[in-house]
């Protein structure tokens, strides 16, 4: 073989090394946070069409994709009933619990299932585990994933505490703002939340630069 063959063939090999390394997170897109839900967010749905491009986009890269999902106990320290700031929403098993309609997760997800014990309020995807009780910092790290792209709900809640620990922790991270909603208990608490973000080091990307970013892979 001719030096420019494996020129070539090194230099796909070191932009797929590039590549591989990226993840699709989806935070949280559950019922129980969509309009008509327990703990509804304002547009919590609107974020369900973004999200499936971004879907389509890592699944034809063959690129990892999680979901978290918020997953408490009956008796919380999360609710307000016991000392926590939320009304009971996101119950183990109950139909409120699950994915939101229409949104298009793969076979392969990989779903990261938080707050669940009872003195747990879960915020933050890290502290999750898989299916098969893999903390969520295993699973990326069993993957070699160092760079998170992130969108779901609620910005200024799952969003914000999962970002701001993937950041501590020394992931590059990567906000999808077209694919987030936050609550705003306070106003303004949702933009507060992405700037603290981009503060701490994620970059903020919309489905363009993300397309471009994640396509610009020579074949
Ligand atoms: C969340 C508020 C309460 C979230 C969860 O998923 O962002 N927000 N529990």
């Keep these: 073989m001719g030096i420019i063959s494996w020129i070539k063939i090194l230099r796909k090999e ?3 090394a590039v590549m591989a390394d990226k993840a699709l997170v989806i935070i949280d897109v559950q019922k129980c946070f969509l309009p008509g ?9 609107n974020v369900v069409s973004p999200l499936n491009r971004y879907i389509e986009l890592f699944r034809d890269q063959g690129l990892p994709i999680y979901a ?10 999360h609710f307000k009933a016991y000392g926590g700031l939320w009304p ?28 669940i014990g009872p003195d747990e309020e879960g915020y933050s995807g890290f502290e999750g585990f898989t299916k098969e009780g893999q903390s ?6 069993a993957h070699g994933i ?26 590059r991270v990567t906000v999808l703002t077209d694919a987030i909603r936050g609550v705003d ?30 396509r610009a892979v020579p074949a």
């Design 146 to 171: 160092r760079h998170l792209y992130v969108g779901g709900i609620a910005t200024d809640y799952c969003v914000r505490y999962t970002v701001l620990d993937a950041l501590r922790r020394g992931f």
């Design 37 to 45: 839900g327990s703990l509804a967010v304002a547009e919590g749905d």
């Design 14 to 16: 070191c932009v797929n």
């Design 88 to 115: 009971p929403h996101c119950i183990q098993n109950t139909p409120e619990a699950e994915f939101a309609p229409g949104l298009e997760l793969p076979e392969n997800v990989e779903i990261i299932s938080a707050g």
């Design 68 to 77: 978290t999902r918020d997953w408490h106990p009956n008796v919380t320290i």
């Design 185 to 214: 208990l306070e106003p303004g608490d949702s933009q507060r939340a992405i700037d603290e973000m981009v503060q701490n080091g994620a970059k903020t990307f919309e489905i363009e630069d993300v397309e471009k970013d994640i």
């Design 136 to 141: 969520f910092m295993d699973s990326l790290q």
